[in-house]
């Protein structure tokens, strides 16, 4: 074998251990998506029940979190729907950071 054909062999072994990590790292920020969203819903549930008010600072953290998952696919692999996504992620998380703002100043009055 030549050098080229020994870099090429190295090159696809190292892609093919390169896509199991790949995958689970998908799985991973997928399942901490779906454990914040129910976090956040509990959370809220509770605040809701317990101050009668809306709580929108687990909100914001939440939304904050998801469009910066989505940005980073976009970084990644350049497609226009993962910009489009956390986009409007990141107008949830400003306005879920608004309501909180209200509600603190609603406090401080």
Same mark, same amino acid.
């Given at each position: 074998?030549?050098?080229?054909?020994?870099?090429?062999?190295?090159?696809?072994?190292?892609?093919?251990?390169?896509?199991?990590?790949?995958?689970?790292?998908?799985?991973?920020?997928?399942?901490?998506?779906?454990?914040?969203?129910?976090?956040?819903? @509990? &959370?809220? *549930? +509770?605040?809701?029940? /317990?101050?009668?008010?809306?709580?929108? $600072?687990?909100?914001?953290?939440?939304?904050?979190?998801?469009?910066?998952?989505?940005?980073?696919?976009?970084?990644?692999?350049?497609?226009?729907?993962?910009? @489009? &996504?956390? *986009? +409007?992620?990141?107008? /949830?998380?400003?306005?879920?950071?608004? $309501?909180?703002?209200?509600?603190?100043?609603?406090?401080?009055?």
């Amino acid at each position: 074998m030549n050098r080229e054909e020994i870099l090429q062999a190295s090159r696809k072994e190292n892609q093919n251990r390169d896509l199991p990590e790949k995958e689970l790292l998908y799985l991973v920020g997928s399942h901490s998506a779906r454990v914040g969203a129910l976090l956040c819903c @509990v &959370v809220t *549930l +509770l605040g809701s029940v /317990l101050a009668r008010k809306m709580l929108y $600072g687990p909100w914001s953290i939440y939304f904050g979190m998801m469009a910066t998952q989505w940005l980073v696919r976009f970084l990644k692999q350049k497609r226009k729907t993962d910009l @489009v &996504v956390a *986009l +409007l992620f990141f107008a /949830l998380m400003a306005a879920a950071f608004a $309501g909180l703002v209200q509600r603190l100043w609603e406090v401080r009055l």
